[in-house]
């Protein structure tokens, strides 16, 4: 090899590195935690440096210019800085996704013969090939996603969608009798885990209503970010206008109890009692050690790019071999939830307005004598979890603390022996409103 095709080799290898280096610098570094058309728009600038850097370099360096790398750059570009200037929402990134998938698979074919035509090095095969495969599939996973997220939402539901002002949420309604038991997910979830295990039981004796919160399932998105106060107003609005009966017992898993205690303060006189499933205490940043780290790294930064790696199809794959207990098809249909992007930007948005909705929580500094049971997972919990859930349940004179050793914090919804303990302790609240006894502490 002469040091021209040597260099040409380094050129063409150093430009991808530089394009790839450049685009994780950028969203993990000074843009880390940000909104999706940040990430990707960030992103795509990254990718456009590498080509633009190919383009030049081949011409100034060496006798195998590589001009039509400048076209790669330009488009990358282009759509990266449209993304920073026009700040699309959910639905139109919903309406981007039928039509930037096919053309990058077209700009991939047409940049493979490009590169067969004008580059002689083995670099073509062993750099620029890999490179154009992964836009390719990129381009079907983009394409596969788009359709089967389109399917799931037109397919048919048994609940149904109510208006809250412009927008609508998901409600499914199981059941009868009162009082209503309403079910808040966590973070990262819809309202499709209950349906396995949980809603079936507690319907047999109740009302029991599963919701899905604004971006998540089927509910429209919001106009933008909310925290806890939004999402309890969301909820307020939405059983008013569905004609719900309250008062309601409100069952919280993880975050969805925060949003609970958030709707307990703000509208007392429609909670009748509650039960907190291993909820996220309202000192997590100060009574968790670890919390604050895992947060910081994790929740608000790594999430952060889960949407972008949903828009290729990229997390549908890898939940497929995720192993979930629940029964088929809440097992299918939850998994089709996490995977999609809108559930993803949902899941970002609270993290980040995280902080600003425990705050909000702490408005609820009493539940009297209503029934209050709270279940703690105590399976791989954090250092402080425990008091702070002992903690909890002080919030009522009429309570009851449930630690379960063997059960971790998805099994409480999930494995079919911690959700049956779910079920018992949503059951036992529904009891002690209706006959006015006290709580067992069992």
Not at 228 to 238: E, F, S
Request: charge should be neutral; proline fraction near 7%; charged fraction near 15%.
């Amino acid at each position: 090899m002469d040091s021209k095709q040597r260099n040409v080799a380094l050129i063409v290898a150093g430009s991808m590195i530089t394009g790839f280096l450049v685009a994780l610098a950028l969203v993990i570094g000074p843009f880390r935690g940000t909104q999706e058309h940040v990430i990707m728009g960030t992103a795509l600038l990254g990718w456009a440096v590498g080509w633009a850097l190919l383009a030049a370099l081949t011409k100034r360096w060496t006798d195998q210019p590589q001009s039509w790398a400048a076209v790669p750059a330009a488009v990358m570009a282009g759509a990266g800085v449209s993304l920073l200037i026009f700040r699309p929402d959910a639905n139109a990134f919903t309406v981007i996704g039928w039509v930037w998938p096919p053309v990058l698979i077209a700009l991939a074919v047409w940049m493979t013969v490009q590169a067969r035509r004008n580059l002689r090095s083995r670099a073509r095969r062993w750099v620029l090939y890999p490179v154009l495969i992964v836009l390719i599939f990129a381009g079907v996973g983009g394409s596969y996603e788009t359709i089967q997220e389109q399917v799931e939402r037109s397919s048919a539901m048994p609940g149904r969608l109510v208006d809250v002002g412009g927008r609508r949420l998901y409600l499914h309604c199981t059941g009868s009798g009162s009082p209503t038991v309403v079910l808040i997910s966590g973070l990262a979830e819809a309202s499709a885990y209950w349906g396995g295990w949980i809603a079936p039981v507690v319907s047999r004796n109740t009302t029991v209503c599963v919701y899905d919160r604004a971006g998540q399932g089927r509910s429209d998105p919001p106009p933008s970010p909310q925290d806890g106060v939004a999402v309890a107003t969301d909820l307020h609005a939405m059983l008013d206008r569905a004609q719900i009966p309250g008062p309601y017992v409100l069952v919280g898993h993880s975050t969805g109890g925060v949003y609970a205690r958030i709707f307990a303060a703000r509208y007392p006189e429609q909670v009748d009692g509650m039960v907190m499933l291993d909820s996220q205490p309202n000192e997590a940043f100060t009574g968790l050690p670890d919390f604050p780290f895992l947060y910081s790294v994790f929740l608000r930064r790594v999430t952060a790019l889960f949407p972008s790696l949903a828009r290729v199809g990229l997390l549908r794959l890898v939940n497929q071999f995720i192993a979930d207990p629940l029964p088929v098809p809440a097992r299918d249909e939850e998994r089709a939830l996490i995977s999609s992007a809108n559930l993803n930007r949902i899941q970002r948005d609270e993290f980040a307005e995280l902080p600003t909705t425990l705050k909000a929580a702490t408005e609820l500094t009493t539940l009297g004598d209503r029934p209050l049971i709270v279940v703690t997972a105590a399976k791989g919990a954090m250092t402080g979890w425990l008091p702070l859930q002992d903690k909890m349940a002080d919030l009522s004179t009429n309570s009851a603390h449930r630690v379960l050793p063997d059960i971790d914090h998805p099994g409480l919804i999930h494995d079919r022996v911690g959700a049956a303990e779910a079920s018992r302790a949503i059951l036992d609240v529904v009891a002690s409103v209706r006959n006015g006894a006290p709580l067992t502490k069992s």
